[in-house]
């Protein structure tokens, strides 16, 4: 059951696009949203920027820091307000917090107290991460949080199916319940795909799943695409059945993910609807 739905906010094009798509969410399961803004604590402390007026004669650093703090502040609150203006205009009553820190620790810290964590796939900094998505708030939070975290793209559309990718592995089968009692409260079909070249694996999953979905009255699918995980799965998505996907999170260990790479992180960065994730 998913009562509240934490919110991340910036103020950025995707921010307001991940803004509505948890309106949107929030209104079919009848969940609480919580806006959250954090003003990055790196911002407050300058030793780049104190060296900079130190060799070019301006005051030290410390003397414009209430004046950095105040100007964080401000626009701390006005994203917060706009927040709170389009999720009453859409008729919601959302909480909104501010808290001053590390960004992605301190949404893990506050998703702890929430069922899901919905943030953006990009932020306003995201033209500073290197990789892009990788290794940036995203992934992190995916990573460490412990909750279902729900990434959204540029461009909004409802959500009237969804898909699951299923490899058979634990984060998978996780993802699998999540998908069910999503399909139940949401009344959205369920496509269930699972990628491999091996008929003897597919018929493996094929049973597991249909075992699992047994005392389930849902609308669902399966099908079995062979293929690359994450090639297969892009190109599902591109093919716009449907309008969410729901993964297990980093099934593979840390270091086969350095030597191929993530499927999971691939995804996340180039996938046009929202990637619903679960460790």
């Known amino acids: 059951m998913v009562k509240t739905i934490l ?12 803004i509505e798509y948890g309106i949107y969410i929030a209104k079919k399961l009848e969940a609480q949203l919580i806006g959250l803004h954090v003003v990055d604590v790196s911002l407050m402390q300058g030793p780049v920027f104190s060296d900079i007026s130190g060799s070019i004669g301006l ?26 203006e389009q999720c009453e205009a859409a008729g919601l009553h959302p909480e909104a917090r501010k808290a001053l820190g590390v960004i992605d620790k301190t949404i893990i810290e506050a998703g702890k107290k929430t069922d899901w964590i919905l943030l953006a796939q990009r932020g306003e900094h995201f033209h500073l991460a290197k990789g892009g998505i990788l290794g940036s708030t995203a992934e ?23 898909a699951l990718a299923y490899d058979g592995s634990s984060p998978a089968h996780n993802a699998l319940k999540l998908a069910v009692n999503l399909s139940e409260k949401a009344a959205w079909p369920l496509t269930i795909i699972c990628i491999t070249g091996d008929q003897a694996v ?24 062979h293929g690359k995980e994450n090639r297969e799965i892009m190109k599902f998505i591109q093919e716009g059945s449907v309008e969410l996907m729901v993964m297990g ?7 086969r993910e350095l030597l191929v790479g993530s499927t999971t992180s691939d995804v996340i960065r180039k996938s046009k609807i929202p990637v619903l994730l679960t460790r």
């Open 249 to 255: 999170a980093y099934g593979h260990n840390r270091l």
């Open 7 to 18: 919110i991340p906010t910036d103020g950025s094009e995707y921010g307001k696009t991940a």
């Open 202 to 225: 597919a018929d493996k999953l094929h049973h597991k799943i249909e075992a699992y979905l047994e005392p389930f009255q849902i609308d669902c699918e399966i099908l079995t695409i």
């Open 59 to 84: 005051p030290p650093y410390q003397e414009f820091l209430p004046v950095i703090e105040a100007g964080l502040d401000e626009r701390a609150d006005a994203i917060l307000k706009a927040f709170r």
């Open 140 to 162: 992190l939070v995916v990573r460490n949080s412990g909750k279902p975290v729900l990434v959204t793209p540029a461009k909004y559309q409802d959500v009237e199916s969804m």
